[in-house]
């Protein structure tokens, strides 16, 4: 089921840096959001929808969908995108980060290029024996920037051979920042509290272009439409049930992927949400075991890490309600963030099973984590 969240106002998502009072002024956004706020939210609202005594008792027909305050139930996110509306909906993707931009262009167009694979000398202390490039200096990676649906398929089934450019979404072209400052009172004492100011960076999406945010969720059934309070401030907004059709390979396009990998051995694996793939090293938090070449949890599949691109890591916690304290701290590799694995062992049909549209991070994997697509090299 997919479900498109219209802002109803202004809102604010907060990143895993600390915001203490008396300590920080200012706190720092993300936009979009984690897919595990959205989690939350949906869930907390299909517990008021279902009612609060019934949760409270675990009543089996809410435990079985939502779990209990310590255990998951079916429920769970798949991902979190933005939407266009329009006459045909258009869904964005994170730019993959094998895909850069020039710096300046005189014309105003910043379109993409492909980093080039390598295997030359050079000092790294990277485990990869070969590294992406790029044959120029005056480019980037564009934070924020978005890739629709279907130039996100032309690059997963081409790779860097196709040599075509892609028009990418920048931020500046579907959010608006509208800082908010503001001073914490407290209601029993009407004096200003010395080191309560603080500033927030309210966000807002471009109306003239429709946006809003589409998630994709399984395992649950929500009304047709509501309202949903999350991010700071408990900032409202409009849910609907959504027909949108996010991303899928039709059958000759999955058989293409299939025996492209069956014949080279070699696949890319794009990112489109956070993931955290290692909870005990935050040294060796950008790779998984099994791409050092242990077997995946699939079919006996074993991968070899071939070079990654990889941007800097999220932190990604929340607040445990049972517990009442901060969950855990997770450094999570950021969406974008893309892979080329070389395959030792298993088949093409296997990786696209294990790995194509699923969320396979080790950890709040059903919060919409480690959601991967699976693409040509």
């Given amino acids: 089921m997919k479900i498109s969240l219209e802002p109803a106002d202004t809102f604010f998502f907060r990143d895993g840096k600390p915001f203490s009072r008396g300590e920080q002024t200012e706190a720092t956004g993300i936009f979009p959001p ?30 079985t969908v939502i779990g209990t305050k310590t255990s ?22 994170p730019l993959p980060r094998d895909l850069v931009t020039l710096k300046k262009m005189d014309n105003g167009e910043r379109k993409t290029l492909h980093l080039n694979l390598r295997d030359e000398n050079f000092n790294s202390n990277s485990k990869t024996k070969q590294m992406l490039f790029s044959d120029r200096s005056d480019v980037e990676y564009p934070s924020g920037a978005l890739l629709e649906s279907g130039f996100l398929k032309s690059y997963l089934l081409t790779g860097a051979s196709n ?53 994709d969720v399984e395992n649950i059934d929500m009304p047709n439409s509501g ?38 051995r070699r696949f890319k694996l794009y990112c489109a ?20 070449g242990n077997e995946y949890n699939y079919k006996d599949i074993k991968c070899k890490l071939i070079a990654a691109v990889v941007g800097k890591p999220v932190n990604i916690g929340g607040w ?15 969406a974008g963030s893309v892979y080329y694995l070389q395959l030792e062992t298993g088949t093409g049909a296997d990786v696209f099973n294990a790995f194509h549209y699923r969320n396979i991070s080790i950890n709040r994997a059903n919060e919409g984590l480690g959601l991967t697509l699976i693409g040509l090299i």
């Fill in 34 to 63: 984690f897919p595990a706020t959205v989690y939350g939210a949906l869930r907390t609202a299909y517990i008021s929808e279902k009612g609060w005594k019934e949760f409270e008792e675990e009543d089996k027909s809410i435990k």
């Fill in 72 to 93: 998951h139930g079916k429920f769970c996110v798949k991902g979190l995108f933005l939407e266009r509306k329009g006459e045909k909906e258009i869904i964005y993707f």
């Fill in 163 to 215: 040599g075509l450019q892609y028009r990418p979404l920048f931020q500046e072209d579907y959010l608006i920042h509208e800082p908010k400052v503001g001073i914490e009172r407290d209601l029993n004492n009407p004096e200003n509290i010395e080191g309560r100011l603080y500033r927030v960076n309210m966000m807002r999406l471009k109306t003239d272009a429709k946006y809003q945010i589409l998630v």
């Fill in 227 to 264: 309202i949903l309070k999350f991010g700071g401030e408990n900032r409202a907004f409009i849910y609907r049930k959504s027909a949108a059709e996010i991303f899928d390979y039709k059958d000759s396009e999955k058989e293409k992927v299939i025996n492209a990998i069956e014949k080279t």
């Fill in 273 to 292: 949400t956070p993931a955290i793939w290692n909870c005990e090293n935050d040294d060796e938090g950008w790779i998984a075991e099994w791409m050092n």
């Fill in 320 to 334: 445990d309600i049972a517990k009442g304290e901060p969950k855990k701290m997770y450094r999570a590799i950021p």
